[in-house]
């Protein structure tokens, strides 16, 4: 039981108190002439935490195996993420088979491309993606290699030719690197839309002659005939047909054509799973066909001599499928419709499984979580594999092709998110309260919130510490009241809340989190945590050899109470942080700015962003492993959005906005071509600069401020020349890691 300390001139006479929290200790003189709680501490060796996760190493034998337990990358990152012991989150590019020497330390990749160019770096600006291929390539010769077992160790009697959904990540290098990575195992795309069809035509041309590319989404005959076209063109093109009345389309483009398709279908299983990704599943799917619709297209087909054209049956189960168990459910179900077609006539060669094989975000392994899975890659090709075997030799028919479009499993690892934190709101330590304060405090306030303070008093002396919080927001709430009436001013409305937060944080009820803002847009970097409540992991990338201080959340840079990160995998809602300490205008301490990374978000984020309150998306980075020094080599570098461009988006035209704003600055400035010179410099900076926030000097992040552009002329971004840096342009990087890298216009 705590002590109980009731008068300052009799310190020395203790009572025990009930049901108060160790290390509180409360001094008042019968006149309520003074008050004084210390509080207590709260980390002495323990890291508050909401679950099991706490770790109660003392600060002095922190290591960064803790951090790595603490974040649970232990779990989530293999094969491609782990902790150094400089307490950097290092990648490993070529996943298990890593060697030690080419292993990538984050935190490195992040100073040489943030740094200013006079100091050898980019100078591009957070927030930040890099993007490893060498992690791409892996997983999708990892996929490849989990199938190829699969068909080997199970006698299966054809081959696994899978297929890359664009809609996950449409970036042009992303799509490119999977043609070229895929080629020798004849790895295709597929798209849902025309724009995404176009792409994948165009990158087809540089794909292995016998890739798929499967056409799935709502067609019009513009869609349908590119898509026939694409066959002419020699590029291995299925159209598969999703509402029934598509297949008229086909049939009549294809004889206008003159070119003869080959046709797929999906099938509505009614197989289905009860997560959230699952919606897309069951009989009342948004995409496919029914049985009855399936047996009406079929005798169309044939009606026109077309049922050979019949080829492909697709299906999908949904996404995140978190289980074997449901995954060889729904695919032997679909290799039964695929055994009935052929038994119907059609010319049966693959079955497309769709979607579906998940990602362990949390680590946890879970089969009852949307955001885990519990299988591992051999596992699911495995399954995938057995299903249709056993469903094929029963029917005695021959082994199909098996494809699968598994966009997520393939893309999530090799992109990392990184932004900074740029202040943070901590809660100090309220100060005690002296007799005089008090008492001044206590005789301005009306006679019914003394009578609570002299209430909280006898609390206090009772040791009813539920009694204390009772009174203390009664005061609270009554002050509030009184002061909307203007019967109390702000600073005695000030006092109250201290002593009221002093009474809570004595009492350890307060609130114990901070707000550590960061320099991102979380409904354009992270647009699926606003909209699904889709759990990413969430790190710092150094620091991770120090005991976390303090706990909080993540509230990005828009106007917006729902921009914030509140919830974390493990269950937990605030996340384990480093105190912040600014110097020289960064965050973080004398080394640089607090860099935190959302990982495993490589698919479907970019793509569904939008440019709420005009943020833009992120500066892009490509890292390639090497023998350098560092391991690594920036092989291109794409600085995020203007705020010019982001202007465009919403139709307003920036070279005008410039110029009406020169012109006013002549009209209020006249006769002063130094001041106007140099204030249309800094406004043409400030279009071209992204709208992020910048750290540092003031002189280095204000256009405004010791401008040394031209002054005596209008040098600005809209007309730029080699030497400046244009955002929204790419950068191609040598691979010298200790050359001045160039940074031009391209």
Avoid at 5 to 13: F, G, M, N, Q
Avoid at 464 to 492: N, T
Avoid at 522 to 534: H, L, R
Wanted: charged share 20%; proline share 5%; with cysteine.
């Amino acid at each position: 039981m705590p002590a109980c300390i009731l008068d300052a001139s009799a310190a020395s006479t203790i009572v025990s108190g009930g049901g108060g929290p160790p290390g509180f200790a409360a001094a008042f003189s019968n006149n309520v002439d003074y008050l004084s709680l210390p509080l207590p501490d709260l980390f002495s060796g323990v890291l508050p935490s909401t679950n099991s996760t706490t770790i109660t190493t003392a600060a002095n034998e922190w290591s960064p195996s803790h951090s790595s337990s603490l974040y649970r990358i232990d779990r989530w990152g293999p094969p491609y993420f782990a902790v150094n012991a400089s307490g950097n989150i290092t990648v490993k590019p070529f996943g298990d088979a890593t060697l030690p020497h080419q292993e990538i330390d984050l935190l490195k990749v992040v100073k040489k491309v943030s740094d200013e160019k006079s100091n050898g770096g980019l100078g591009l600006q957070f927030p930040l993606i890099v993007r490893f291929p060498d992690v791409l390539k892996h997983r999708l010769e990892s996929l490849q290699c989990a199938f190829d077992f699969a068909v080997q160790s199970n006698g299966y009697g054809s081959h696994y030719q899978g297929v890359y959904p664009v809609k996950c990540n449409q970036d042009r290098f992303i799509v490119e690197d999977i043609v070229k990575f895929g080629s020798g195992f004849r790895f295709g795309l597929e798209a849902g839309s025309k724009p995404e069809l176009l792409l994948a035509m165009s990158c087809l041309c540089k794909g292995h002659p016998d890739a798929f590319l499967v056409c799935n989404g709502f067609k019009d005959a513009e869609y349908i005939a590119l898509a026939i076209i694409a066959r002419k063109l020699a590029i291995n093109t299925v159209i598969v047909l999703e509402q029934e009345e598509e297949v008229d389309l086909v049939i009549e483009l294809s004889r206008m054509l003159g070119i003869r398709p080959v046709i797929g279908l999906r099938a509505k299983l009614r197989t289905k799973h009860s997560g959230h990704f699952g919606s897309t599943s069951g009989e009342k799917g948004k995409f496919g066909l029914t049985t009855i619709q399936i047996l009406r297209v079929v005798r169309k087909l044939d009606a026109v001599g077309m049922l050979d054209c019949l080829q492909l049956l697709h299906f999908h189960i949904g996404s995140q499928i978190p289980s074997t168990t449901l995954l060889s459910d729904g695919v032997s179900e679909g290799a039964q419709v695929f055994c009935e077609l052929a038994r119907l006539g059609a010319c049966m060669r693959v079955i497309d499984i769709g979607g579906g094989l998940g990602i362990d975000y949390d680590g946890s392994k879970s089969t009852e979580s949307d955001i885990s899975v519990g299988y591992t890659l051999d596992e699911y090709a495995s399954a995938v594999v057995r299903a249709v075997q056993v469903v094929c030799d029963r029917k005695g028919m021959q082994h199909p092709v098996i494809c699968s479009e598994s966009g997520r499993a393939i893309v999530s690892h090799h992109s990392i998110l990184v932004f900074e934190a740029v202040s943070s709101t901590v809660k100090t330590a309220p100060a005690p309260i002296s007799s005089q304060e008090l008492n001044y405090l206590v005789e301005g306030l009306p006679e019914e919130a003394r009578g609570d303070v002299h209430s909280l008093s006898a609390s206090v002396t009772k040791g009813d510490f539920d009694a204390c919080l009772l009174y203390a927001d009664q005061l609270k709430q009554r002050c509030i009241e009184q002061f909307k009436d203007g019967c109390l001013g702000m600073e005695q409305l000030a006092a109250v809340d201290g002593l009221c937060e002093m009474v809570s944080s004595a009492l350890g009820v307060g609130d114990s989190v901070s707000i550590f803002h960061v320099n991102l847009s979380v409904f354009t970097s992270i647009p699926d945590f606003w909209g699904i409540g889709q759990l990413f992991p969430v790190t710092p990338i150094h620091k991770l050899e120090q005991r976390p201080g303090v706990r909080g959340i993540l509230s990005d840079l828009t106007c917006d109470s729902d921009g914030k990160i509140d919830k974390f995998i493990g269950g937990e809602s605030s996340l384990p942080l480093h105190e912040l300490r600014r110097e020289n205008g960064n965050c973080g301490g004398g080394d640089g700015g607090y860099y935190l990374g959302m990982f495993l978000g490589g698919a479907y984020e970019e793509a569904l962003g939008g440019v709420h309150n005009l943020f833009g998306g992120p500066s892009v980075v490509r890292v390639m492993q090497s023998d350098g020094p560092h391991s690594f080599a920036v092989t291109r570098a794409v600085p995020g959005p203007s705020s010019g461009d982001v202007l465009r988006v919403m139709q307003h035209e920036p070279e005008l906005m410039f110029e009406t704003l020169k012109h006013r600055a002549e009209e209020c400035l006249p006769d002063n071509e130094e001041d106007i010179a140099s204030l249309a410099n800094g406004l043409a900076r400030s279009f071209n600069n992204m709208p992020y926030l910048v750290a540092g000097p003031i002189s280095s992040s204000c256009g405004f401020i010791n401008n040394n552009n031209n002054v005596n002329g209008y040098h600005h971004p809209y007309f730029c020349g080699a030497e400046d840096s244009c955002n929204g342009n790419a950068v191609e990087v040598t691979n010298g890691e200790d050359e001045q890298w160039p940074y031009v216009c391209a």
